[in-house]
């Protein structure tokens, strides 16, 4: 099946480091960082991918501070931030406002959340460290992730691969379609013949 995936760890500002990983069919992950839009667009259109997977929150909620989507997420024993806090309103605003650019595009963007992805696909947690999670992305075959990778990159992995798995049709669709959703990986144990 031939594809091709950016997936963004997006910072809520333009100072701050935006992490960006291609990933192809090949399963090659290709790395880069970005901080202000122009940066983030020259990736994504330079790569001309399938879907593009956001970590950050691409609406805000109708009722409350949480969507259906956030308190689907809970039950997963993670909790995501409200798109209502103040640092999370700047994050969201910017991600609606790069989603609303890239769909007049025709692009497909979808949200999705690593710290969720990572206990259904059995990936270690932060407190395990980055050496661990490279490790563990490797075991489900992603190629070409520096040693010295960091945090914002790594999150960017787990984006792109929620991405593929969402082309895959292996996924999972939590929230309201008409407040928000997020896309989240099928369950699976971690496939370690590919080491």
């Known amino acids: 099946m031939e594809f091709r995936v950016v997936g963004v760890d997006l910072a809520g500002l333009p100072t701050r480091i935006t992490g960006l990983c291609y990933l192809d069919s090949r399963l090659i992950c290709e790395l880069a960082k ?10 994504i259109f330079e790569k001309s991918p399938e879907v593009i997977a956001i970590d950050a929150p691409l609406s805000l909620p109708r009722n409350g501070m949480f969507r259906v989507c956030e308190r689907e997420v809970m039950k997963l024993g993670v909790r995501p931030l409200s798109p209502l806090l103040r640092s999370m309103r700047t ?43 490279r490790e563990a992305l490797a075991a489900h075959g992603l ?53």
């Open 34 to 43: 970005a901080k202000e839009d122009y940066e983030i667009f020259s990736f």
């Open 91 to 133: 994050l969201t605003e910017r991600a609606m406002r790069l989603r609303r650019i890239l769909e007049e595009r025709r692009y497909r963007v979808i949200e999705v959340f690593p710290t969720g992805a990572r206990k259904l696909l059995n990936l270690p947690s932060k407190k395990m460290g980055r050496r661990a999670l």
């Open 143 to 195: 190629k070409n992730i520096p040693e010295d990778v960091d945090q914002h990159l790594l999150d960017a992995v787990i984006c792109a691969l929620i991405g593929l798995y969402y082309l895959r049709g292996e996924y999972l669709e939590v929230g309201d379609p008409e407040e928000g959703v997020i896309i989240l990986p099928k369950p699976r144990k971690l496939d370690t013949s590919s080491k």
